[in-house]
Every structure is written in C-alpha cells, then in structure tokens.
Nanobody, 122 residues
Framework: QVQLVESGGGLVQAGGSLRLSCAAS????????MGWYRQAPGKQRELVAV???????HYADSVKGRFTLSRDNAKNTVYLQMNSLKREDTAVYYC????????????????WGQGTLVTVSS
C-alpha cells in the first residue's frame, strides 16, 4: 500500500507564490514518476507538471516559466513551486505517483493524493 501526504495549498493574491509538497510512503520498490495535476471547477483534471525517475520534467504550457517541479529522491517527495500565480491557477491540485511495486515481474501502481485547494484572488 502506498500513501501520499500533500501540503501547501491555500489562499494567495494574484502575483504571489505557493509551494506544494507531496511525500510518498508505504511499500514499493521504486518511484517511476511524480507530479501534479489540477482540476478547476467545471473543468477536467489536467496535468500541471511531472518528473520521471530519469529527472526529465514536463510542464503544461500554461505554467511554463512560472512553476518549478523538483524531486527529493531520498525523501520520496516532490515539490511544486508556483510563482506569479494567476486567478486561472485556482483549482484543487492533486499529487500523482507511479511506483514500481514489483521489479520482476515488473508491476506498477498509480496513486493519487487527496487534493489540496489553491485559491488565487485578484
């Protein structure tokens, strides 16, 4: 079983910054990908940023240059630094990880966090 603990959401004014963190714990062999998705009211969940075990990172076009994803492999934790926040960044942010639960045969497990609300006011 794998658990994710998210923190860092809240209310911030436009132009401000927030930092989200997500720590993974439990029984797994290794972590493949770690990242964040978000879901705004009335919209579908969308990818914000994701990083792989090979340290490559992908960002949604809407957050490039403003958000930075980082990963601490020793702590099994991923961070999302959000700068220059805009009202349209308001959403529930969900941590997502893909872990390897068995090396041979190779089996993966996808886990979602409970979500943390980010509200950007004008």
């Amino acid at each position: 079983q794998v658990q994710l603990v998210e923190s860092g959401g809240g209310l911030v004014q436009a132009g401000g910054s927030l930092r989200l963190s997500c720590a993974a714990s439990g029984s797994f062999f290794s972590i493949n990908t770690m990242g964040w998705y978000r879901q705004a009211p009335g919209k579908q969940r969308e990818l914000v940023a994701v990083t792989t075990s090979g340290d490559s990172t992908h960002y949604a076009d809407s957050v490039k240059g403003r958000f930075t994803l980082s990963r601490d492999n020793a702590k099994n934790t991923v961070y999302l630094q959000m700068n220059s926040l805009k009202r349209e960044d308001t959403a529930v942010y969900y941590c997502h990880v893909n872990v390897v639960v068995s090396p041979l045969p190779r089996r993966y497990l996808e886990v979602w966090g409970q979500g943390t609300l980010v509200t950007v006011s004008s």
